[in-house]
């Protein structure tokens, strides 16, 4: 019998009125959601936003593990809503066995922590902020869109205010093309989050990351909002050795392969896997970055600890197996096989505990012993095939451990030195006489003329000199144990009395003021610039405590009568001409400091009443260290390029 639209309209009425009572208990579900955020998503500002993307890719990624999926797409809509649509099996249609009057997917939406595969034995990810459940999104959004394809058909759904069903979950058809799938397109809800705009920068670095750690899925991102309008795409058949390659692609890597393994083992009903990817460069650092079912686990954990011990302990024995490492030599320490490493290892397992400050540390000490077991074994099988990527590593391992024992050799000589006062004190150093730092000031003086003026141009109570011989050295590049070899480096070091490193202690600085004073010519620039990364990286807490400073030696000198009257640099000349318009007399254009007699030097430089110094701030010496980075850091390619940009501009290296 035909029905009248109002009929219909009464009908759909009550079925919404009875769906709307039926649901309150959905509502009283995901309360707990909507009173405290921070508790399901870290927080209500833009971390915690993200992470509702984050949340539903990851149900997706879940599929993809599961072997059940293959693309993903993430869309951004000019309405500011995220779309993310999988090739998934699609989240279950039928009615729930906990509810049979509603349909999995319903229950899976509004049910806290009922996201679950049902057993059906994926790596889902649980504990802490990660896995809470598609369900949090829900209660999170304003309006949810969900469609699902699955047994050749079609289904939608919706939610409205925080989870709230619109309507049962509906059939609206056969699938396109025999599609598989679920869509989830949400609206954040503005009335939760403190803003609701999408990064895409965000978003795509972890698609990106998501993307290496499984191998072969598509994902493709798609920001349609007008404003930042953009489309990437990111397949890596290679997976996490694809990673390594991109890791180590600014750097200058030992030798070309990257190594790789993986195990896989079932425990009971339960399996868990391990792959490691690995590649040595020719720098000094250690890049070891551990995920546990793709969450980054930055503060490691059992998985870490795992590959560390075995890494260790399977080049130790190669070595000596092989002679690499005499009889009487010690071992490798774990920082020496580490020292210019990029590796990944990546588990998933099927009931992370994420422990930890930041929830970021894998407590799961079962993944400890299988990864161990896994490097133990596959790693030496790799050393054995690949002997003389195998000997490069022995021998980069032993550099590092001969660079350990000097280090720690110099190091005692310095604390010897610095424990019998004032012996240790450099030739060069010209000292003052006051003993009391917070009154006395160190000048480091490039070259030795300069010095000498500077000697005799000082308070010599409470102005000492150190002079400096050309470039002390690329202190981005060196080695501790270079750079405390370094005579250069061993006078300032000594000098300023406190030691270096995770040794440097403020309280024993010999000067409340070091002052770096060199020429204002590209050299001048050049030994600024080393200088303040040295003590950047070396003597931090003098840096950002301000007591070290750049003097500014004028530039130009002109004739007023017979008084000569210095200038620091073309803006003081504009201002000087604009307030002498009618000067005649020339400039002279000051060189260098070694160019300036004693008198010169003190009147325009060094006396506390008439000179103006710099005072070096934090962001001066990142700055200096960033140049640095690139001028000698490792990176040829980013390295010509900065030159060629920067060429006929040497300010990048002044103040
Ligand atoms: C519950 C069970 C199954 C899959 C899913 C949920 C699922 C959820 C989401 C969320 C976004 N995409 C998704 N894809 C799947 C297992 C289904 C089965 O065993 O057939």
């Not at 309209?9 to 009125?17: A, T």
């Not at 959004?141 to 394809?149: G, H, K, N, Y």
């Not at 030798?255 to 868990?272: A, D, I, N, R, Y």
């Amino acid at each position: 019998m035909a029905m009248s639209a109002e009929d219909a309209r009464l009908k759909h009425g009550s079925e919404l009125s009875d769906y709307t009572a039926k649901d309150i208990t959905v509502l009283k579900g995901l309360d707990p959601v909507r009173k405290r955020p921070g508790m399901y998503i870290g927080s209500t500002g833009p971390s915690g936003l993200h992470h509702l993307i984050t949340e539903v890719v990851d149900n997706s990624v879940d599929e993809a593990m599961a072997g059940a999926c293959t693309e993903i797409f993430v869309t951004i809509h000019p309405d500011g809503s995220c779309q993310v649509v999988d090739d998934g099996r699609g989240i279950p249609v039928e009615p729930h066995h906990t509810d049979p009057t509603k349909s999995a997917a319903e229950i899976v939406l509004t049910v806290l922590h009922a996201g679950g595969k049902f057993g059906s034995g994926g790596y889902q990810v649980s504990g802490g902020l990660h896995g809470v459940g598609i369900s949090v999104v829900n209660a999170l959004s304003s309006r949810l869109e969900l469609e699902i394809d699955r047994g050749g058909r079609r289904y939608r759904m919706s939610f409205s205010n925080g989870g709230v069903p619109d309507a049962p979950l509906a059939d609206v058809g056969p699938s396109p093309r025999g599609r598989r799938g679920t869509s989830v397109r949400f609206w954040p809800d503005p009335s939760v989050f403190e803003e609701t705009d999408f990064q895409s920068a965000k978003i795509v670095e972890r698609l990106e990351i998501i993307a290496y750690l499984n191998k072969g899925l598509h994902i493709v991102f798609e920001d349609l909002r007008p404003v930042s309008i953009q489309k990437i795409e990111f397949r890596f058949d290679g997976g996490i050795v694809d990673f390594v390659k991109f890791l180590n692609a600014p750097k200058e890597a030992l030798f070309k392969k990257v190594g790789h393994f993986e195990v896989s083992e079932k425990l009971g009903t339960e399996s868990q896997e391990v792959e490691v990817a690995f590649q040595w460069n020719t720098a000094y650092n250690e890049g070891l970055h551990s995920y546990a079912n793709g969450i980054a686990t930055q503060e490691g954990g059992a998985h870490e600890e795992g590959f560390k011990k075995a890494l260790t302990n399977v080049i130790n024995r190669y070595a000596r197996a092989k002679n690499l490492l005499k009889e009487k030599d010690d071992n490798l320490s774990g920082e020496d096989v580490r020292e210019g490493l990029t590796a990944i290892v990546s588990v998933k397992l099927s009931n992370p505990q994420f422990e930890g400050q930041t929830k970021t540390k894998l407590g799961n000490t079962s993944m400890s012993s299988l990864v161990q077991r896994a490097t133990n074994e596959k790693l030496a099988e790799w050393l054995e095939e690949n002997p003389k990527e195998a000997s490069q590593i022995v021998q980069k391992a032993n550099l590092a451990a001969q660079a350990r024992l000097a280090a720690r050799k110099a190091r005692d000589l310095t604390r010897r030195k610095s424990a019998l006062e004032g012996a240790g004190l450099p030739g060069k150093l010209v000292d003052c006489s006051s003993r009391d730092a917070a009154e006395s000031e160190i000048f480091i003086v490039e070259g030795n003329s300069a010095g000498g003026s500077a000697k005799e141009a000082r308070d010599p109570r409470t102005q000492a000199i150190l002079p400096i011989r050309g470039k002390i050295l690329n202190v981005e590049r060196a080695r501790i144990d270079k750079m405390l070899a370094n005579l250069e480096i061993q006078a300032l070091v000594s000098a300023i009395g406190a030691g270096i490193g995770e040794e440097f202690d403020i309280a024993k600085i010999r000067y409340h003021k070091i002052i770096i004073l060199a020429d204002a010519d590209v050299d001048g620039s050049h030994i600024r610039t080393l200088l303040l990364t040295f003590f950047f990286r070396q003597m931090a807490p003098m840096v950002e405590a301000g007591h070290v400073f750049v003097a500014q030696p004028p530039l130009y000198s002109t004739l007023v009568g017979k008084e000569k009257v210095y200038l620091k640099d073309d803006a003081a000349k504009k201002v000087f001409l604009s307030d002498h318009p009618n000067h005649s007399k020339e400039f002279n254009r000051l060189k260098g400091l070694g160019e300036m007699d004693f008198d010169e030097l003190r009147d325009t430089t060094m006396d506390k009443e008439k000179r103006s110094l710099l005072q070096v701030n934090v962001e001066h010496a990142v700055l200096a260290d960033e140049v640095c980075s690139v001028l000698m850091g490792e990176d040829v390619e980013l390295r010509k390029r900065f030159i060629q940009t920067h060429a006929k501009d040497v300010r990048f290296l002044d103040f």
